[in-house]
C-alpha cells in the first residue's frame, strides 16, 4: 500500500512523501528539516529523492537529506541548453521516456520533459498519479521563466492529456490565488465558483488543497481552457487581437503575472 502525503516547507511548497510504511521517496525537497521530522515521527527510511527542476524551493534540502540518507537524487541534470546551469545534485540523469523504477517503496515513474517553467523541468507519472511540480498548479501553471510560451502551453496540454482520474501533485499551494484569476478569465463558469467554495474550507482547516485531478482542472483550470469562447471573449475586451490557444494563453500567461485580486 502506498501512501502519498504532503509536508508543507518554506512560504507555500509542498514536499510529496511518497511512502510504503517503511521506505519513503521524497519529491522536491526544498527543505531538509520538515522531511527529516517526518521521517523521524513515521519511522520511515528516506531510499531516494526526486526533483522536478532546478529551483532553489525544490533542491535546497537535498544536501542536508544526504548527509543523513546518502540515496540517489534523481532528475534532469541539464536541459542541454549551454547558458543555463545545470542541477549538481542529480546522481541519475532522466530523460523523456525514461523509467524509473525504485524498489522501496515500489512504484515505478514514466518520465516526460515538460519545459516552459525551466528548460529541465519533468514530470514523474505512475498510474493514477503525476507529480509535476511548477508546471500545473491547483486552477494555474507556473511562470514562464524559460523557453517559450509554446512550450509551457505544449507541456500542459500533454498534463491534460491524461486521464481524467489522475491525481495531480503540484508544488506549491497557489490554488486560492489562482482561483480568483480564473473567475476573472470566466466569471460565469460555476465550477470555478464551486471550486473556490471547496477550497476556502480545505484552507479554513489548514488543509492542502492537492492533489487536485485532470477532470478538475480541465473544468476550472483558465490555462487548460484557452479556446473557451468565454475567456476568448475576456481576453478580446483587454485587447486581444490573435485568439489562436497559444495566443490566448500567451495573453493570460502575461495577464496572470501583474494581476492582483481585488
Ligand atoms: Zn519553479
Redesign the pocket.
Known amino acids: 500500500m502506498i501512501n502519498i502525503t504532503a509536508i508543507p516547507a518554506l512560504q507555500d511548497n509542498y514536499i510529496w512523501v511518497i511512502h510504503d510504511g517503511g521506505q519513503a521517496a521524497v519529491v522536491d525537497p526544498g527543505e531538509a528539516a520538515p522531511v527529516l521530522d517526518f521521517l523521524a515521527k513515521n519511522r520511515l527510511e528516506l531510499t531516494a529523492i526526486l526533483c522536478?527542476?532546478?529551483?532553489h524551493?525544490?533542491i535546497d534540502g537535498i544536501a542536508k537529506l544526504r548527509e543523513v540518507y546518502n540515496v540517489p537524487v534523481y532528475g534532469r541534470r541539464h536541459s542541454g541548453n549551454p547558458r543555463i546551469p545545470g542541477n549538481p545534485h542529480i546522481t541519475d540523469d532522466l530523460r523523456e521516456g525514461d523509467r524509473l523504477k525504485l524498489a522501496a517503496p515500489a512504484v515505478t515513474f514514466g518520465i516526460i520533459e515538460v519545459p516552459g517553467?525551466?528548460d529541465d523541468?519533468i514530470a514523474y507519472l505512475t498510474p493514477g498519479s503525476v507529480f509535476c511540480?511548477?508546471v500545473l498548479f491547483g486552477a494555474g501553471c507556473?511562470?514562464n521563466?524559460e523557453g517559450t510560451p509554446a512550450q509551457l502551453l505544449h507541456s500542459l496540454q500533454r498534463l491534460a492529456q491524461l486521464p481524467d482520474s489522475t491525481q495531480v501533485y503540484c508544488?506549491h499551494e497557489y490554488t486560492a490565488a489562482n482561483l480568483r484569476f480564473a473567475l476573472a478569465c470566466e466569471p460565469g463558469n460555476p465550477a470555478i465558483q464551486q471550486r473556490i467554495e471547496a477550497t476556502r474550507r480545505l484552507r479554513d482547516a489548514n488543509l492542502p488543497t492537492l492533489p487536485s485531478n485532470i477532470a478538475l482542472e480541465k473544468a476550472t483550470n483558465p490555462f487548460l481552457r484557452c479556446t473557451r469562447p468565454a475567456i476568448v471573449q475576456t481576453l478580446q475586451q483587454r485587447g486581444l487581437s490573435d485568439t489562436s490557444e497559444l495566443g490566448a494563453f500567451t495573453a493570460m500567461r502575461i495577464w496572470k503575472n501583474g494581476f492582483q485580486a481585488a
Open positions: 522536478t527542476h532546478r529551483h524551493d525544490h517553467h525551466l523541468h511540480g511548477d507556473g511562470r521563466f508544488a
